[in-house]
C-alpha cells in the first residue's frame, strides 16, 4: 500500500465526514451527525439531509485545513457512489472545486469499498489478500470478493431488503426509536430466554444471497396476533429477531470462506457494530480461520464516516484522475465489474 496524503469526504446519506489520512494514520477527522435531525421523522428524508450537508461541509473543511494545509494534500477523495444522490453530489462538487483550485488529483470512492476496507483500519491488522467481506449496512447487504485490492466483485446481495433497513423497520413496529438497529440490540441483551421464534430467511439457498424483506412481514403477523405490551415481551422478539437476521449472515460467510479461501475475512458497514453478530461470527468462522485473520471494522468506523474513505483512497489510487472526470451515481460502481 503507497501512503499518499489523502483527503477524503463522505456525504453518501446522511452523514457529513470529514478526513486527512497518511496510510492507516488519521491525521484530522471530524463527522457531523444528523441523528436529530432524523429522528423527527423516523428515517432520513433526502431533501433533508443533502441541505444541511451543503451547509456544515465547509466548516468541517475550513477546521481540516487548519489541521492540515491543502496545499500539501495529495489526492482529493470522495464518496461518488452508491447513496442518495442529491447528498453525492454535495460532496462530488466540493471535491472537485478542491481537485481544480489545488491542481491535484481527485478519486471517487464507492461507498462500499469504504466499508469493505474499513477492517483495514484496526492498527494491528495485517493487510491481506485475496479478502472476503460482508458489508451490512442500513443500505446494503453484500459479500465481497477481493482477488486483489484493485480487483472486488460482488458474490452475493439481498434480493430486497438491507439487514440494518430490516431492522429499522421492525423496530417501528415495535415502537422503538430511529435508527432501530441499536435499539434491538439493546433490548435482546435484556431478554433471558427465547420462546419466540421467525425463521433465518434464505439459509438455505444455494447462493451467497439474502433477503430480509418477509422477516419484517413475519414480525408485523406476530405482532397483530401477540401485541408485545411488556419490555419483557419485546425484549424477546428483538432477540429472536436477532437470531433469524444473523444466522443466514454467519452461515454464508462461513460457506464463503469455506469455498473461497481468503487469507482473511473482513466485516464492516453500520450492522457489523452488533456484539451478537460479532460474537457469533467469530464463534463458526474460527472454525476454519485463525481468529486474527477473522477482522471486524473498529466500532467507531462501523457507521458512515470519511475515515474509512481516506483508508480505502489508499487502495485504489491508481483509477485517481483529474477533477472533471469525477462524476457521482445512485448506484455502485461494482455492478459494472460483477
Ligand atoms: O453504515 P451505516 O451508517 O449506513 C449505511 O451505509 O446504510 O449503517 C446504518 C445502519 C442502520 O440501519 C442502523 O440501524 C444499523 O446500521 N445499526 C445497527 C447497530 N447500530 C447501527 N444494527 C444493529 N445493531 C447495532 N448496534
Ligand atoms: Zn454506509
Redesign the pocket.
Known amino acids: 500500500m503507497k501512503e499518499s496524503l489523502v483527503l477524503a469526504v463522505e456525504t453518501?446519506?446522511d452523514?457529513t465526514g470529514v478526513a486527512v489520512m497518511e496510510g492507516r494514520k488519521v491525521l484530522f477527522e471530524a463527522l457531523a451527525s444528523q441523528l436529530d435531525l432524523h429522528r423527527q421523522t423516523q428515517g432520513v428524508v433526502p431533501e433533508v439531509a443533502s441541505r444541511r450537508q451543503a451547509e456544515v461541509l465547509p466548516f468541517l473543511l475550513k477546521r481540516a485545513q487548519k489541521a492540515v494545509p491543502f496545499d500539501k494534500i495529495e489526492l482529493f477523495a470522495v464518496t461518488n457512489s452508491p447513496g442518495l444522490l442529491g447528498s453525492l453530489l454535495c460532496g462530488v462538487n466540493f471535491v472537485k472545486m478542491l481537485g481544480f483550485l489545488y491542481r491535484k488529483p481527485t478519486l471517487g470512492v464507492d461507498?462500499l469499498l469504504a466499508?469493505f476496507f474499513s477492517p483495514f483500519l484496526n492498527r494491528n491488522a495485517e493487510i491481506r489478500f485475496p479478502a472476503l467481506g460482508l458489508v451490512v449496512?442500513?443500505?446494503?447487504t453484500v459479500l465481497l470478493w477481493a482477488e486483489k485490492s484493485s480487483e472486488i466483485r460482488i458474490i452475493g446481495e439481498t434480493l430486497d431488503d438491507?439487514v440494518?433497513?430490516a431492522?429499522?423497520k421492525i423496530?417501528r413496529l415495535l415502537n422503538l426509536p430511529y435508527?432501530?438497529?441499536?435499539e434491538?440490540?439493546r433490548l435482546a441483551k435484556t431478554a433471558k430466554d427465547t420462546k419466540v421464534q421467525f425463521p433465518p430467511p434464505m439459509l438455505k439457498s444455494n447462493d451467497f444471497n439474502f433477503s430480509y424483506s418477509g422477516l419484517k412481514t413475519a414480525v408485523l403477523y406476530y405482532l397483530r396476533k401477540h401485541p408485545a405490551k411488556t419490555k419483557t415481551e419485546k425484549a424477546q422478539i428483538c432477540r429472536a429477531v436477532l437470531e433469524s437476521a444473523f444466522l443466514p449472515l454467519v452461515e454464508k460467510s462461513y460457506r464463503a470462506v469455506r469455498e473461497f479461501k481468503p487469507e482473511v475475512f473482513l466485516m464492516g458497514?453500520?450492522?457489523s457494530?452488533?456484539?451478537f453478530?460479532r460474537q457469533w461470527m467469530k464463534e463458526r468462522l474460527s472454525e476454519i480461520l485463525p481468529s486474527e485473520r477473522i477482522l471486524f471494522a473498529p466500532k467507531k468506523y462501523?457507521?458512515?464516516n470519511a475515515v474509512m474513505v481516506g483508508l480505502s483512497a489508499q487502495f485504489l489510487l491508481s483509477k485517481a484522475g483529474p477533477w472533471y472526470t469525477l462524476k457521482a451515481s445512485p448506484q455502485s460502481s461494482l455492478y459494472e465489474l460483477s
Open positions: 453518501s446519506c452523514e461507498h466499508h449496512s442500513g443500505g446494503h438491507a440494518g433497513e431492522l429499522d423496530a435508527p432501530g438497529g441499536p434491538i440490540e458497514g453500520g450492522v457494530i452488533n456484539s453478530l462501523c457507521t458512515d
